[in-house]
């Protein structure tokens, strides 16, 4: 239903003057006669007198106030969870009858007048002929969440939820408040099946060449006594080491492990399984990888402070979690003085003359190790100055300032993830001196000082390298606050560790100087995600270059070859593939610069995530307590009468929606086709009787 109203922006009164001013128009133009009849000039004189009047009267602002109702259905959602898990625990013959009854459930609620959407643990479907039971893992939460945003403000009526109700990732849904009722329909069996289950492998993902290393095994019994098991330790077609463990009582937990020596370098593919039973339910869960990136040695690092600090902290807890680094503390005066060579010098709040009277650090500074200095209120900064050539930093009354991080897209040595920049937009201040920033020319700004949402030029984080030697300086005090505000908000310290540890590893490795490079942006992927590969290329000059052709081959363990080309350009220097299955690929990129061919290799796994084999008992008591606390209704895979039956019981209620609109008169078309018919008929008749 649509109203109308009109509405004025001055005073109505106004209207009665542009009827006077038409009137006088009309009047002072045709007060003699022309050439026409009598009831000709009547004619014209009311044209003109009309056209002039509503000139007028648009000068005064009139207004279409238009409201509109609009009537909406009330809408169900029917949710479906697509996780390999009910695959596993339900018949497919009986899953794909289940399936045509939620299509049918889907057309009793169109007929009772709801309208239905379907959606799968992803997304939405236009309809359940593609749906497959393959998902890798299931987060009910994310699922209810996804609804409840599209749906805000709209006429939700409930979800229907059909699942297992084995839940294995993100937030449980039983202890998050939801607006809407959730009726569930529960899947698979809830009694414990008869199985052997390989809960879990432990290893560290980096081992170093000449060194051993240990793959701890976890095996879950559920239902077996009295016999024995093999666990078969094998690395492509060759079993390296079984072990033979009882199976005593049920249920039972087993551990076992194996010890190996990383002769070679490379990515290493190993796999742990248990022999299975002949009454085991599922064997898909038997087996799991470990990929072990085996590498030539660890970097060592000193980290040398003025005194103790909580930066320091937050900066060695982020290098311990890395097992390519070896760090170690030295505060003069409090720790021991270090006497082996490293491969990076972090100093805090010190400078190179401080440190300079220890023997082993005065032979590296002369040597040229890579420094990262770390600037703070406790800081010399007119020493500091004389000794470094990335920035000169004059103070101002030597005041301090509270400044963000802003990341600066111009930098290109190397890359950062997304979510550390938009982490880094909204971190907590650091301090930093307020003073003049003078940078060399040969330095590289990573991020630069953000003063409340003014963006400045100002450098927080600077990078440079000479060819010589690399060298950091962050400018102020206070990442440790990065690093709590991380884990609030993931739950991890994933993107603060991410950005030390690709800072230490760009300063303590050797510098590549190969024109061409491609690498993954990480070395280990999940089978649902894309693998992402980093595209770099340099001309004579060492600037970097785009809108190279790059022919990829990749190849798997058992020798499979796939072929890609693709060509770079400027933002965009990335590939991406999608769909690998599980396991060990080499890869070699080659492109052609300035008429000479550039080859770069590597390596990266693909893991497979096995969430859904490891608890095939489905969960229905989860389904119950969501039902019952949203004010919905729990039903068992047997009651789909009952369940179409209580979802139509109730008359379908749509909510009327109102709508106000405000257009000036002005900008309607169809006033305009009136002023030009009026003045179109006045010039004709005018043109006729040849007043022009």
Request: glycine residues 6%; hydrophobic residues 40%; aromatic residues 10%.
């Amino acid at each position: 239903m649509e109203r109308s109203a009109l509405i004025l922006e001055s005073s109505p009164w106004f209207v009665i003057v542009c009827l006077i001013v038409g009137g006088l128009v009309a009047y002072l133009l045709y007060q003699k006669s022309g050439p026409w009849g009598k009831k000709a000039h009547y004619f014209l004189t009311v044209l003109r007198f009309i056209l002039t009047s509503i000139l007028c009267f648009l000068l005064v602002g009139p207004i279409l106030k238009q409201f509109k109702n609009r009537v909406e259905k009330p809408n169900f959602v029917l949710a479906i969870d697509n996780s390999r898990s009910v695959a596993e625990v339900v018949d497919s013959s009986k899953l794909k009858t289940d399936v045509q009854r939620i299509l049918d459930l889907g057309k009793s609620l169109e007929e009772a007048d709801y309208q239905v959407e379907y959606r799968s643990l992803t997304e939405t479907l236009s309809g359940l002929d593609s749906l497959k039971f393959n998902h890798h893992t299931t987060a009910l939460n994310a699922v209810f969440q996804n609804i409840q945003t599209d749906y805000e403000g709209r006429n939700l009526k409930g979800i229907v939820l059909f699942s297992d109700g084995i839940h294995n990732q993100g937030l449980s849904p039983a202890f998050i408040p939801y607006g809407f009722p959730i009726h569930t329909v529960g899947w698979g069996d809830t009694i414990p099946q008869k199985d052997l289950r390989l809960k879990t492998i432990h290893y560290n993902k980096i081992a170093y060449q000449g060194n051993q290393f240990i793959i701890r095994a976890e095996i879950l019994n559920e239902g077996f006594q009295g016999q024995s098991i093999e666990v078969l330790l094998s690395s492509g077609n060759s079993i390296l080491e079984r072990k033979s463990l009882k199976l005593t009582s049920t249920p039972q937990l087993l551990e076992t492990e194996f010890v190996l020596d990383a002769s070679s370098k490379g990515l290493k593919d190993f796999q742990i399984s248990v022999s299975p039973l002949a009454e085991e339910f599922t064997t898909s869960n038997n087996s799991r990888h470990a990929y072990i990136d085996i590498i030539e040695g660890q970097r060592k690092i000193l980290l040398a402070a003025r005194s103790p600090h909580p930066d320091i902290k937050a900066i060695r807890s982020a290098l311990e979690n890395n097992q390519n680094y070896q760090l170690e503390l030295h505060i003069p005066g409090v720790s021991a003085i270090p006497t082996e060579e490293y491969d990076l010098l972090i100093l805090h709040q010190i400078s190179k003359q401080a440190v300079s009277q220890v023997g082993v650090i005065a032979n590296m500074l002369q040597g040229g190790i890579p420094t990262w200095s770390i600037l703070g209120s406790k800081s010399n900064l007119p020493r500091f100055n004389g000794e470094n050539s990335l920035v000169e930093i004059k103070p101002i009354n030597f005041q301090r300032d509270q400044v963000t991080a802003e990341v600066n897209a111009a930098f290109s040595k190397f890359q950062l993830s997304d979510p550390l920049k938009e982490m880094l937009s909204r971190n907590n201040p650091v301090s930093v001196p307020f003073a003049n920033y003078n940078l060399s020319g040969g330095a590289e700004t990573l991020l630069t000082q953000k003063v409340g949402n003014l963006s400045t030029a100002n450098p927080l984080l600077v990078v440079m390298n000479d060819g010589e030697q690399k060298d950091a300086v962050m400018i102020g005090e206070g990442m440790w606050q990065w690093r709590l505000q991380d884990f609030d908000k993931n739950q991890s310290f994933e993107l603060f560790d991410e950005l030390i540890g690709k800072l230490v590893q760009y300063l303590s490795s050797n510098e590549d100087k190969s024109r061409f490079k491609v690498y993954p942006l990480s070395t280990e992927f999940h089978v649902n995600e894309p693998v992402v590969l980093e595209t770099e290329a340099y001309d004579e000059i060492y600037e970097r270059i785009f809108g190279q052709t790059v022919e990829l081959v990749l190849r798997n363990a058992s020798g499979q070859v796939n072929s890609y080309n693709y060509t770079t350009s400027t933002g965009n220097s990335q590939y991406r593939i999608s769909d690998l299955p599980a396991g060990v690929y080499s890869y070699q990129a080659s492109t052609t610069i300035e008429g000479k061919s550039h080859a770069s290799q590597g390596q990266f796994s693909i893991t497979e995530l096995q969430l859904e084999s490891l608890n095939l008992t489905a969960d229905h008591q989860l389904l119950r307590s969501l039902a019952d606390k949203t004010r919905g209704v729990f039903f068992k895979n047997d009651q789909w009468d009952s369940l179409a039956n209580i979802l139509t019981t109730d008359q379908a209620q749509g909510v009327i929606f109102s709508e106000e609109t405000f257009v000036p008169l002005i900008k309607w078309t169809w006033v305009l086709a009136m002023l030009l018919l009026l003045v179109s008929t006045e010039w004709f008749f005018r043109r006729y009787y040849g007043s022009y």
